[in-house]
């Protein structure tokens, strides 16, 4: 990969699902939005989102990734698409030799990771997957890991509840009526952004937020997961049942060192806290233990005639987008690792197979 002394030229492609990755690149000095890319094939829904954003920033919209990366100088891939394309696309930008930050998860087929991570092990590519490691609270839990003060770690266990709808609750559809289509739902869910896991192909929230709590896991252990036991239900969304795929998971990690590790991850509805949801690390260690509030520090604000779906409780001091892509931006120029890379991803994505196959046998599963 050639070395630029200019802000590095991104190409956003596909910014149809999470535009948050885009506009946390674009934050950063080091980087330059230059083009929005997606292939001529997508529907018409989906060149419109591009559109859109091209235009917003003052961008051209060029329906051929390839040519885009040609034309334009790409030094920089920002990868947002619907889930079941990230590899295609990330596979066609480390083919071309371009950087990649991609939206989560990594994949949906074990076989397009491995070849996306095998594409990458080809070049001098770096690969940042999108996480929330940066925030406050968890660097916090980060430094005092790593300076000594609970000793070795021996259990962590970390409650991610996501408080976010997802349509109509479990049970209301009425007999006869048919099953909630899940791309139609996602598209109609994007105007309030509770559209996270946009695409043909349905996905559960292990699946679409098990990246956050097993990146917390690795960040602060650096350890890979040996083994896994895990239980999934569709308790809360009838988007999800009529789909069958899970909003409710508990996981059970056997981790390197004998490091166990346990996660609850859900989305549990907007109504169920007054805002983000519930999300907390609990760390033990040989010498301590600390329990972490992933939202702090942050604000409460209550008025008369609030908006029923405004936050009540609000972050403060959360620069994670920014400290993001100043990482990403650091590991292009120095040609160092970043904080959650592929290997990290496809782990990740290795633990979240294996908790599935565990929760369809009701037994552990290795994670190979």
């Not at 094939?41 to 003052?58: I, K, L, S, T, V």
């Not at 996270?196 to 699946?207: K, Y």
């Not at 981790?255 to 996660?263: A, C, L, Y």
Request: contains cysteine; hydrophobic residues 40%; proline residues 5%.
């Amino acid at each position: 990969m050639r070395q630029v002394d200019r802000p590095l030229r991104c190409a956003v492609l596909s910014v149809i699902k999470h535009d948050y990755v885009a506009r946390g690149i674009a934050s950063h000095p080091e980087f330059q939005l230059t083009v929005v890319a997606d292939d001529a094939d997508q529907p018409q829904w989906a060149h419109e989102r591009n559109q859109q954003f091209a235009d917003e920033f003052g961008i051209p919209y060029v329906r051929d990734v390839e040519q885009a990366f040609r034309d334009w100088q790409v030094d920089v891939a920002i990868v947002s698409s619907a889930a079941e394309r990230h590899c295609e696309l990330s596979i066609k930008a480390a083919r071309a030799g371009v950087h990649i930050v991609q939206d989560k998860p990594i994949g949906t087929r074990p076989e397009d990771v491995r070849q996306l991570v095998h594409e990458i092990s080809k070049t001098d590519v770096r690969f940042l997957l999108w996480n929330r490691n940066f925030f406050p609270a968890v660097q916090h839990a980060a430094r005092k890991v790593a300076d000594g003060s609970l000793g070795d770690i021996r259990a962590i266990h970390v409650d991610f509840y996501f408080a976010k709808d997802a349509g109509p609750p479990r049970g209301s559809r009425k007999p006869g009526y048919p099953p909630i289509d899940w791309l139609a739902y996602q598209l109609g869910a994007h105007v309030d952004g509770s559209d996270g896991a946009v695409g043909h192909d349905p996905i559960g929230e292990l699946t679409n937020e098990g990246i956050y709590p097993l990146g917390y896991m690795r960040l602060l252990t650096g350890r890979d997961v040996r083994r896994v036991y895990a239980s999934t239900t569709t308790h809360f969304h009838q988007v999800n049942d009529d789909n069958g795929v899970e909003d409710l998971a508990s996981v059970t990690l056997e981790m390197q060192d004998g490091i166990i590790g346990t996660i609850a991850v859900g989305r549990i509805g907007a109504s169920s806290h007054p805002s983000g949801g519930e999300i907390k690390l609990h760390i033990v260690g040989s010498r301590g233990a600390m329990v972490v509030n992933e939202a702090s520090p942050d604000v409460g604000i209550y008025y008369r005639n609030q908006p029923p779906k405004e936050a009540r409780r609000r972050r403060v001091a959360n620069e994670n987008d920014l400290l993001l892509a100043d990482d990403f931006a650091r590991a292009i120029r120095r040609n160092t690792s970043t904080i959650l890379n592929e290997r990290d991803g496809h782990h990740i994505f290795r633990v979240i197979e294996a908790a599935l196959q565990s929760a369809a046998a009701g037994q552990p599963v290795d994670v190979v």
